[in-house]
Nanobody, 115 residues
């Protein structure tokens, strides 16, 4: 049974930083993509950053240069370092893990950026 546990959300002023963590339990391999999505009120869930096999990383254009995804394979943990946060980054952030044809999601952590 795969489980994802997120931490690190909160309230921060514009220009500040937060670091999200997501620890996965179960049979996880380095080829399994892990990453972060977010959903703002009234909007669809969108990709923020993804770490795929081979070290390939993908970022949403809106976060390039500000957010960094990293992964600790030994701990089955993925991180999202968020710098220079903007009010438009306010959303619930969800951890994602892909295993073959199945998608797994964390419970979500709220990130609120005040102006």
């Amino acid at each position: 049974q795969v489980q994802l546990v997120e931490s690190g959300g909160g309230l921060v002023e514009a220009g500040g930083s937060l670091r999200l963590s997501c620890a996965a339990s179960g049979s996880i391999f380095s080829i399994n993509p892990m990453g972060w999505y977010r959903q703002a009120p009234g909007k669809q869930r969108e990709l923020v950053a993804l770490d795929s096999s081979g070290g390939y990383k993908k970022y949403a254009d809106s976060v390039k240069g500000r957010f960094t995804i990293s992964r600790d394979y030994a701990k089955n943990t993925v991180y999202l370092q968020m710098n220079s946060l903007k009010p438009e980054d306010t959303a619930v952030y969800y951890c994602y893990l892909g295993i073959i044809r199945d998608d797994y999601w964390g419970q979500g952590t709220q990130v609120t950026v005040s102006s």
